[in-house]
């Protein structure tokens, strides 16, 4: 299957998803846990990146409302977490990425974010898929692990009925029986005929849902090869969350990479998509 021409999606001035464009990475915690690491992951991804010139947004979440357990840490909240990203879009002059739960916290979030994402398990959630669309941001939509790829344009019109076309389209992996997730790779070609920037979320393609009982597992051995065999498809951006020490991190430890490889990671990445995309 041949992929068809894909429309380019600018996300600031110097990044910009799908048409020519190389594969950008989407980074940073999965949640925020202070200040002062978000900024030091920030940080460091930017001068990785910038050094690899690899286009790269910063991603970060104010509240992970979709926890296992009730017990599992949230973060900061959304006024906290808000005032943190914004700071780090004025500190690193770079763009942001964060998800949002709830349709009475999206004209705040879109007043600080580049893109808005809505989480995979709320992908069929209309109101709150409208609501983002009518903001004018690009909004990055997670295909649910219970969605097939083809099922994927229905939540691509939800966003363009409101004149909104800077889609982006997420996968993440599809349930495989219980608490596991598998990577469909024709996922990729098949969401990418509807004509928009297709994003690989490798890290929680990786989890065990619910896998430790009240919290998710994972298997972070697996996301070199993962991503690897999704650049090779074409990919537009990769998704990847990191933590200077993984097992210490609030949420999702299992499934996150260390800060440290990011930029080995990197490094193999690149000259397959150079390969693939004729760069």
Known sequence: MQWPNIAEVFISQEVSLGGKSPFALISGPNVIE???????????????????DIPFIFKASYDKANRSSLNSYRGPGLKE??????????RYKIPVITDVHAVDQVEAVAQVVDIIQIPAFLCRQTDLILACAKTGKPVNIKKGQFLAPWDVKNMVDKITSQGNHKVLLTERG???????????MTSFPIMRTLGY?????VTHSVQLPTGAGASTGGRKEFIPSLARAAVATGIDALFLEVHPNPKEAK???PSCTPLDQVASLLE?????DVHVKGL
Do not use: H
């Not at 202070?34 to 690899?52: G, H, Q």
């Not at 977490?81 to 004025?90: F, M, S, Y």
């Not at 599809?174 to 469909?184: A, M, P, R, T």
């Not at 193999?268 to 397959?272: E, G, T, V, Y």
């Open 34 to 52: 202070s200040e002062k690491l978000t900024f030091k992951i920030a940080e460091e991804l930017l001068d990785i990146t910038s050094t690899l």
């Open 81 to 90: 977490g808000l005032e943190v990203l914004k700071q780090v879009k004025a």
């Open 174 to 184: 599809v349930s495989f029986g219980y608490n596991n997730l598998i990577v469909d």
């Open 197 to 201: 920037p297709v994003i690989f979320d």
């Open 251 to 253: 949420c999702d430890g």
């Open 268 to 272: 193999a990445l690149k000259p397959i």
